[in-house]
């Protein structure tokens, strides 16, 4: 697998700034505001805890997953520093129990890439474990990123498509998908131009 552990510690420790910023996503941020009342928010692979600590301002109960003790420290200190709460946990996303922790009111997958053989459990996983009604908010890196120096993995099995969101979630009771070309402004590891995948799955 590419990007273990020990890369996501390293990139997360080695400098004293937030790689990504400290601003939450602006699609997670753009979805996450129109649910009109907050609730239990759970949040993959959420690193430094920009989404995390923005939607616990906004009122939301967040559960964060990530396998980098640095991204959780990072995380809890910009928490504390914006009086806020998370509940952040250091582990496989695969060993995470979705159902002790759930039911979901909504679920974030922002630049959350992981490999083809359990990526497709996770998400079908994540789908089944939102109250029905609820939201999942996805964006990630296309094949076509690879083009591009703005940030994201460099392995293509480790992208995501727009033809792969429609499997994965076929399950939804309302899905809206679409790949597009944006301008990416995230600090220092996501800047220019990026090809990414967005999707909205409703259960």
Request: proline share 3%.
């Amino acid at each position: 697998m590419q990007y273990p552990r020990q890369f996501w510690d390293e990139r997360y420790g080695g400098t004293g700034d937030f790689v990504y910023g400290t601003a939450p996503n602006e699609f997670f941020k753009e979805k996450l505001d129109t649910i009109p009342q907050a609730g239990r928010l759970l949040l993959l692979a959420e690193g430094e805890g920009r989404n995390a600590v923005y939607a616990a301002e906004k009122g939301w109960q967040v559960t964060a997953v990530d396998f980098s003790e640095k991204g959780r420290e990072k995380a809890l200190a910009l928490a504390t520093n914006r009086g806020v709460q998370l509940d952040y946990h250091v582990m496989d996303v695969r060993e995470f129990d979705f159902d002790a922790l759930g039911p979901w009111d909504a679920i974030g997958l922002i630049y959350s890439h992981f490999p083809a053989e359990f990526r497709t459990a996770i998400h079908q996983k994540c789908l089944s474990s939102l109250r029905l009604g609820s939201h999942l908010i996805l964006e990630l890196f296309t094949p076509q990123q690879l083009n591009y120096t703005s940030g994201g993995p460099k392995d293509i099995a480790l992208l995501y498509s727009a033809a792969l969101a429609q499997t994965d979630f076929q399950a939804a009771s309302s899905l809206h998908v679409e790949e597009l070309e944006i301008n990416l402004n995230e600090s220092t590891h996501h800047q220019g131009q990026a090809a990414v995948v967005r999707c909205v799955a409703v259960r």
